[in-house]
């Protein structure tokens, strides 16, 4: 079984060739993490997305790796 993790510079899930994190992925981040660190891991993760893909709208980005954690 592959985990789902982002591959970099894509940040396509290795698993499953979705974007990361997808929907497996978010269930295993909320599982290992409590809310206010898994909101914080995923800040993290945002900012080193912003760093590795072409420009994106700060709304698809806040959807895509933020919104989710609540």
């Known amino acids: ?13 290795l698993a ?14 909320k599982a290992d993490h409590d809310l206010v660190q898994l909101a914080i891991y995923m800040w993290d993760r945002l900012e080193e997305a912003v760093r590795d893909l072409p420009p994106t709208p700060a709304t698809e980005m806040f959807e895509r790796f933020l919104k989710w954690t609540r």
């Not at 079984?1 to 899930?13: F, G, I, N, Y």
């Not at 499953?16 to 981040?29: F, K, N, V």
Request: aromatic residues 8%; charged residues 30%; contains cysteine.
């Open 1 to 13: 079984m592959r985990v789902h993790t982002p591959e970099r510079p894509s940040w396509d899930c």
């Open 16 to 29: 499953c060739g979705h974007l990361w994190p997808c929907d497996p992925a978010r269930e295993e981040l």
